[in-house]
């Protein structure tokens, strides 16, 4: 637990949680409550007490700016903000900019595909796959499984389940509560576990914040990972509804699907 005082006063720049804006403060909170609440503060110290090496060799290992190998020939990594990225300019690192790292600024990029797989892992206990955007090949009339893609680990991590268990009890209270998803997801049939962000752009201070949204379902047996981000769509909030409609399609539709007929196949 971390006491939110506010102001964060150990590094000069004094960064503030955004509910001091509002006349308030988070008080004692926990990792759970801290990504439900969005508390900057509780990021800064925990980041502050790891160290940006810590911290980076875990988002490493996560696959954050890492390219994922999935089937792209220009698959880009993106970029993972810290002394090393920022030894290849010839830049210091300052111990300070590790506060912004930690909460997802600084010079971090990472794809849509990597965010999801990143979920993905913490969510099967460690195990990183490579993705793909194929399942399998079958044949017209689906009887036959013509190829599959096998599973394929790309790295492995020990993480405790009451580690996995912190992390989804607060991407619940997202979702429920008073989380801000929650008026997309409080009262949605399957139990699900998401997270809002904005991704600030400095390309146009006018414009409005990328808005991303990542989840998971169900909660309890998670079978789907959906990142989502809309372009100066503001927050993660605006972008829920979209999370929410593929979630509709996924288990709304799980039947066997019709055989394709010779009416709507192409014959070369």
């Not at 595909?113 to 195990?127: D, P, V, W």
Request: proline share 4%; hydrophobic share 35%; net charge negative.
């Amino acid at each position: 637990q971390i006491m939110d005082k506010g102001v964060y006063e150990n590094i000069s720049n004094h960064p503030r949680c955004w509910a001091l804006n509002h006349g308030y403060t988070h008080g004692l909170i926990n990792v759970s409550e801290a990504l439900r609440d969005s508390c900057n503060y509780f990021f800064y110290e925990v980041s502050r007490q790891m160290g940006i090496e810590t911290l980076n060799s875990y988002a490493k290992q996560l696959g954050l700016g890492e390219k994922t190998g999935v089937e792209l020939s220009g698959e880009v990594a993106g970029n993972l903000a810290g002394p090393e990225s920022r030894a290849a300019t010839g830049d210091t690192w300052w111990p300070g900019e590790t506060l912004q790292a930690a909460i997802g600024q600084s010079e971090q990029q990472f794809t849509p595909i990597q965010m999801a797989n990143y979920m993905a892992t913490i969510l099967n206990g460690g195990t990183r796959h490579r993705p793909h955007f194929l399942k399998q090949v079958v044949s017209y009339d689906y009887t036959q499984v013509i190829d599959e893609c096998e599973p394929e680990v790309l790295n492995t991590m020990e993480l405790r389940q009451s580690t996995i268990d912190a992390i989804k009890e607060g991407m619940r209270g997202v979702v429920t509560d008073d989380g801000t998803a929650a008026s997309v997801f409080r009262n949605y049939p399957i139990a699900v576990g998401g997270k809002t962000g904005s991704a600030q752009t400095s390309s146009s201070k006018a414009k409005a914040a990328h808005g991303v949204f990542i989840s998971f379902a169900p909660y309890d047996d998670p079978q789907i990972v959906v990142f989502a981000i809309v372009e100066h769509g503001g927050s993660g909030g605006n972008v829920a509804p979209i999370v929410r409609d593929i979630y509709d399609a996924y288990f709304g539709k799980q039947t066997d699907p019709a055989p394709v007929t010779q009416e709507n196949t192409l014959i070369a």
